[in-house]
C-alpha cells in the first residue's frame, strides 16, 4: 500500500504575481489610458467645432426668418474680440427718436458664446475680407449680404456660406478656400 495525499518534493506553489508583471500591466494600462484620453479629447474638439459652426449657421437662418416675419432689417453680428456672435435689430425709441441696437432672442438663437479653442479663423462679408463691424444683414425681401465664415481650432474648419440674393446659408465641412462673396449663388436660387 501506497500513502496518497502527502507533499510533492521539487515542486513549488506560486500565489500572486511578481513585481515585474504588476509593472507590465501597470504600463499597458497607462499605454492604453493616454491613447484613450488623446482620441477623446480630439474627438470633444471635433465635436466643439462642429456644434459652434451649428449655432452659426442656426443663427443665419433665424436672421433670415425674423427678417422677413418682422419686415426689418436683422444683423447676424460676429464679435470676433469677445468670440461670440449674436442677432440684432435696430429700435427706434419712440419718445426720443433715438435709434439703437436690440439684441433678438428667439428659440433658435441667442448670444452664443464659441467654445474655449474654437474662433473665427477667417471672415468675409459682402467684399469687406476682415472688416465684419457691421455684421451680416438680413433684409426683409429675403435678401442678404454675401458672406462666408470659416470657425476652427486650427486642425478642424467649418464654412458657413451665405448667398446675398436668396439669403440663405449652408454649412459646409473644410476650410474655405476661395472666400468669393461677390458671386450670387444661381444653384441656391432655384430652390427658393
Request: aromatic content about 6%; some cysteine; proline content about 1%.
Amino acid at each position: 500500500m501506497t500513502k496518497t495525499g502527502g507533499k510533492q518534493f521539487g515542486t513549488t506553489q506560486k500565489n500572486g504575481f511578481t513585481l515585474v508583471e504588476l509593472l507590465a500591466v501597470t504600463a499597458l494600462i497607462a499605454l492604453l489610458s493616454s491613447v484613450g484620453i488623446a482620441s477623446y479629447a480630439r474627438t470633444f474638439h471635433r465635436w466643439a467645432v462642429e456644434q459652434n459652426a451649428r449655432q452659426l449657421y442656426m443663427a443665419a437662418k433665424s436672421a433670415r426668418l425674423y427678417a422677413v416675419e418682422h419686415q426689418q432689417n436683422c444683423t447676424l453680428t460676429l464679435d470676433r474680440e469677445n468670440r461670440q456672435f449674436f442677432l440684432t435689430i435696430e429700435n427706434e425709441n419712440q419718445d426720443t427718436e433715438e435709434k439703437g441696437l436690440a439684441l433678438v432672442s428667439t428659440p433658435w438663437s441667442r448670444k452664443v458664446q464659441l467654445q474655449e479653442h474654437v474662433s473665427f479663423e477667417a471672415a468675409k462679408i459682402a467684399g469687406r475680407e476682415e472688416d465684419t463691424k457691421g455684421g451680416i444683414v438680413f433684409r426683409p425681401d429675403g435678401t442678404g449680404d454675401n458672406a462666408a465664415i470659416q470657425l476652427g481650432d486650427g486642425k478642424v474648419h467649418y464654412t458657413i456660406m451665405i448667398s446675398g440674393g436668396t439669403g440663405r446659408a449652408r454649412l459646409l465641412e473644410g476650410e474655405a478656400e476661395q472666400l468669393q462673396t461677390d458671386q450670387i449663388d444661381l444653384d441656391l436660387m432655384g430652390n427658393i
